[in-house]
């Protein structure tokens, strides 16, 4: 028994220790069932069978391609919406483009009206944004 604890304990420490892998994906939803003019996009999400079940189900429910990396042209992204956080601990957004659905201007303040109070967040590339 105390070596069952011993070995326990030591397995234990060196599992804290084991390296994760996460991964960040994508919906692009312009090209969507119902095209908008925004990409919802997870920072982060633990790379591991099952975790990417939210990610895929949110796709697959607006008729958009699942995509393992960040939202696509990214210099067209303007601002974006924090939506939450998942159960992995990674992070969903809204990235708003400068062109909307409807070949209208997308500003700032178009951005900020669509965010809940206190969701609106400045664009920043997937290694630097910080909430």
Do not use: K
């Not at 997308?106 to 900020?112: F, P």
Request: net charge negative; charged share 25%; hydrophobic share 35%.
């Amino acid at each position: 028994m105390r070596l069952f604890a011993v070995v326990l304990s030591v397995w234990t420490s060196c599992a804290q220790n084991l390296p994760v892998d996460h991964v960040d994906a994508h919906c692009d939803l312009r090209v969507g069932m119902e095209p908008r003019g925004y990409c919802q996009e997870w920072r982060s999400l633990l790379d591991a069978p099952g975790s990417d079940v939210t990610a895929l189900g949110v796709c697959a429910a607006l008729g958009t391609e699942y995509v393992e990396t960040t939202c696509v042209d990214e210099e067209d992204i303007i601002a974006g919406c924090f939506i939450g956080t998942l159960g992995d601990g990674s992070e969903s957004y809204w990235w708003f483009y400068s062109v909307d659905e409807d070949g209208n201007d997308v500003t700032e303040a178009d951005v900020r009206s669509e965010c809940d109070d206190g969701s609106f967040v400045v664009w920043s590339p997937s290694e630097t944004l910080m909430r």
